[in-house]
């Protein structure tokens, strides 16, 4: 088949073909959006202890906001809860300070993620509970602060951070 009714049906086939590629790009990109990515961005986790001191007091008031919003609901934290609760010198602990935003940044990856497992909640629950006995249970990092001995530095802490860092 030649001639103008050949052109004709070419035409048509390219519209079609070119509407239906139109939809495709719509369509991937709907599941794009459904999909998480197998590779997702990486995110730069500084650790506190490469903190600078410019960066230090917006991130000590950033996690000092999660804990009170987030980590003093449960009983293992709340001031007053016995036996223990997270006394409030935590932050002139580094070695506390870096373990409670790897806890908030894994709550964060639980509860603000859109790539969350349905299992992630408990293996969350699970971690807060294995940080509790680190820090604030019987013996734990925390335990002379929570008693009557009172705030006791970390060995080698020289004190760099001053409590208005937080309390502004």
């Excluded at 709550?107 to 909640?121: G, I, Q, T």
């Excluded at 408990?122 to 705030?151: F, K, M, P, S, Y």
Aim: charged fraction near 25%.
């Amino acid at each position: 088949m030649t001639g103008p009714v050949a052109d004709d049906r070419i035409t048509r086939v390219e519209e079609r073909v070119s509407v239906l590629a139109r939809q495709v790009s719509v369509l991937a990109d709907a599941v794009a959006k459904l999909v998480p990515p197998e590779n997702p961005p990486a995110v730069a986790i500084v650790s506190w202890f490469d903190v600078t001191p410019d960066q230090a007091p917006a991130m000590l008031r950033d996690l000092a906001g999660w804990i009170d919003t987030v980590l003093l609901r449960y009983t293992e934290f709340s001031p007053g809860s016995a036996p223990a609760g997270l006394p409030a010198c935590w932050y002139r602990h580094p070695d506390v300070v870096e373990e409670l935003r790897a806890l908030r940044l894994a709550w964060l990856a639980v509860y603000r993620s859109a790539s969350a497992r349905p299992r992630d909640p408990a293996d969350w629950h699970d971690r807060l509970q294995r940080t509790a006995e680190r820090l604030v249970r019987n013996g734990g990092r925390l335990w002379r602060c929570i008693t009557n001995e009172g705030h006791r530095a970390p060995p080698g802490w020289s004190g760099g951070l001053d409590p208005p860092l937080i309390d502004d």
